[in-house]
Each structure stands twice: as C-alpha cells, then as structure tokens.
C-alpha cells in the first residue's frame, strides 16, 4: 500500500463561486485531508478518516486552515530581482527597470538562478501554481519549467514575444517568436504538471504581423493557454489606438489577430469599454486581476464586483515585479483594499477563491488544482491564524473562523504559511 498522510484541522471547502453564492466555500472544523500517491483520496469529519486510515501518518493542525496552494494567475519570474522599483508608470517603468533587468535573461545560468529563487519564493509563501512570462530567450522558459520540474509544481508558461518597442537585445521577428514557441511548446506542455502558455506580451510591442503569426500558432494549439496585457494604464491604452488605428478598441488588436478566446488570460483589464467587457463575457476569456501592481504602478481601480456579476472568470495575480509582493496574502488585502475603494466589501471567501478556485478556472486548471476536494492534486496551503503577536491578538478577538481568515487575509505575510504540500509532498518550510 502507498504511503497515507492525514492532514487535519480546519478544512477550506469549495463548491461552486461564492460571488453567486455565498455558501459555496465553506469551512469545516476539525476536518481531514487524505493525501496518497499525489492526490487528494478523501475528505471528511477528521475521527472518520482516523478510522478509515488508521496507518495514515498525520499533521493535526488543530486551529489552522487547511486550504488548496495559492494559484497565481498573472506573474514575471524574471522581475523576482527589480520588484519595488521606485517611481515609475507602466511605459517608463517597463523601459527603465524592467527591459535592462530581462536582458540579463540572455545568461542561462542567471536564468536558472532566478527561476529557483523565485520558485522556493512562492511556495514559502503558500503559491503551488503560477502562470508566468518569461523573457525573449528560450533559454528562460527552459530555466523556468526545469525549476518547476525540480519542486513538481504545476505551472504555465511560455516565451515573451516581443518585435517592436523594446531594446535591440530584446527583439525577436514575426518568424521567430513562431518558431521558438512552437519548439518550446512541443517540448514543454504536458510534460509532468508543464503547461505552454503562447505569450505576446502586449500589443505595443508586438507587430500585426507578430501578433497574426502568435494568433496562427494558437489556432494550431487551441489545448494551449495564450497569456498577455489589457488596457492596464490610459496612456498605453491611447498609444495602442495609434499603433492599430483601425482597432475598435484594445481588446480588438488582439481578436483581429486571432488573439482573443476562452484560453486567452489577459492580466489587468481595468479600463475596459461596454464592448470590451462584452466581448469577453461572450468568449468566456480569462481576467488576472493584480491588484498590488495596479496600485503600485499607478494603473487604475478594477472593477471586480461588475466583472463578477457579468459572469466574467476572474482570477487573482501577484504581477511580480510590477506587483509588490510574491504573497497571495498581500494580494488578496490589495484586492479588498480596491474593491473597497470602488465601494464594494469582498469577502473573505470571495477573496480566497480569487485567490485559488477563481485563478484555476482561468487557467483552466480547474480539474486539478485551486480546491480541496477528492481527485484533485495534493497541492495544498495550511495557514497559521495567529502567526503574529497583532494578528494573535486580533484573532483572539474574531467572532468567528472567517473573521479570523480575514484578519491573516489582511495582515498576513509568509509568516503565516505553516506548511505547503506539492503533489502530496511536504515543502521545505513551515512547522
Ligand atoms: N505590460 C507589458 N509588460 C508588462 C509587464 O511586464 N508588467 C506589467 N505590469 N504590465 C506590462
Ligand atoms: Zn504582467
């Protein structure tokens, strides 16, 4: 018989979209997961699954949550050294921190250095699953799925595509961005828990022609995601309307190239118009919210609550190195901070499931990760309740668990992971 592990404690269940209803995620006290070969086997009052599993080896977490590993949905592993530069918009920030910092990608062994930090980064902090770009070297994207590879982390990615509006070193054509991401994606999506994610990185920067050529590769992959950028800042979004005149608006640069579909994850989508918001609700496309980066950036406010109600699949993205911070903790805070600013609570469940089940759904990952249940891959995240002195003394106070989950929510850093499981093995850190 395969080795058995027993976690219990309390138990973040989810069954459907709480901003539909609320009582689809739940927590259940003393609770247990059983995790064999990889994959969660049963769930239930933690004393039955005592007696169902007697040799099981267990981790009782006593008052801890016991929830599925963070997803995120929007990220640049190749920002992990620049994140927090100071002082920038989107444009001058991208030409100023962000293009130096990826042309130093051009050294695999810096690559490779990178995509580990980052990796051992995410999981201290609770993140099981991440869709990232790279950078314009191939050599990144291998880095990168090689580090997940080595921590059996389920993660997406694929090569930024860049011909126009970026430094020489940083330049690809039309042909080359379909050739090298054609190759990496035949080498790469689903090998292990690898998924190619087809990456133009956004329409300034690339050309009709590198968009027709990325919009042809995925009409040839349709199984594949295809990641990028929409309408994050004002000034970007009127220089996309000079660079595609005949667009009817941001979205449309990318629909008339063959750019916009169900497997489309496009981060930020703040300023979006009627139509856009629309046509996405149509396609059934994928938004990555980012709220730290949105804040940080100067982008703008999104409007989570009037996506939600469109039935629009939203999920949650710490955008590093334009976000600041690798913690989906912190992000959830930035993401109540600006829903209240634009006059709506989320709560504490609903910022969980952005946070897991919500970015699963958008990277269509949602068979296999971003929830506890039967079947699904032991990707899992126990968070500590009390892991500070002001957050124990908050929670001390809570009227219930939720008021609790949401003063981690809030306050919470990766002090508060206590123990993360990838594909039903322990990580390094925690208790
Ligand atoms: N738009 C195009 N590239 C980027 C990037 O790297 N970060 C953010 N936040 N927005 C972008
Ligand atoms: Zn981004």
Redesign the pocket.
Known sequence: MTQQTLLTGHVLLTHGDPFLDPDAVQIAPSHGVLIEAGHITALGPADDLRAAAPDATEHAHGDNLIMPGFVDAHA?YP?TAMIASWGKQ?IDW?NTY?FPEEARFGDPAYATDVAGRYLDLLLDNGTTTVAS?TTIHPSSVDAFFEAAQARAMRVAAGKTCMDRNAPDDLRDTAQLAYDDSKALLEKWHGVGRAEYAITP??SP?STPAQMSALGALWAEHPECLMQT?LS?QVDEIAWVSELYPEARDYLDTYEAHGLLGARGVY??AIHLTPREVDRLAEVGAGLAH?PT?NTF?GSGLMDVAGLAARRISLGLAT?TG?GSSFSMLRTMAAAYEIAQLRGTALHARQLLWLATAGSAQVLHMQEKVGAISVGKEADICVLNLASTPAIAQRSAQARDIWDAVFATIMMGDDRAIAQVWVSGQRQRNGI
């Open positions: 640049h920002q989107l991208l962000t770009f990185r956004f920067t950028h994050e981060g930020h980012c980066s950036i955008d334009g």
